[in-house]
């Protein structure tokens, strides 16, 4: 699934937070980043309204309960997912987090 990147300044601008708190975000899971053409990024689609999906988090610390690194998350994330019939991220943002979470937990 294509998408746009957004760099931890373009987070700065975007969700009016200082940079400290964009940190604790990637910290705390509420968002999750990867390197990029050498800059750390976060898939825009991870955002709505100017903040991080809510039901990202949960579905982040899952995936990586089970293993899976960052990037690894980041493209699940992304990419179609046969058994969910769209990429996991378009199905959060449509409020469809315990069926996104039932499949991460069985990949986990």
């Known amino acids: 699934?294509?998408?746009d990147w957004l760099t931890l300044p373009?987070?700065?601008a975007l969700t009016g937070e200082p940079l400290g708190r964009i940190r604790r975000l990637l910290d705390d899971k509420h968002l999750v980043a990867s390197?990029?053409?050498g800059t750390v990024k976060v898939p825009a689609a991870f955002l709505m309204d100017g903040h991080p999906l809510p039901a990202l988090r949960g579905t982040i610390i899952v995936?990586?309960?089970g293993g899976f690194t960052?990037?690894?998350v980041i493209d699940w994330l992304l990419e179609p997912e046969e058994s969910i019939g769209?990429?996991?991220i378009a199905a959060l943002r449509a409020g469809?987090?315990?069926e996104?979470?039932?499949v991460a937990q069985a990949l986990a």
């Open 1 to 3: 699934m294509p998408t």
């Open 10 to 12: 373009d987070l700065v």
């Open 35 to 37: 390197r990029r053409d």
């Open 63 to 65: 995936l990586e309960d």
């Open 70 to 72: 960052d990037d690894e």
């Open 86 to 88: 769209v990429a996991p």
């Open 96 to 98: 469809r987090k315990s």
């Open 100 to 102: 996104v979470r039932r």
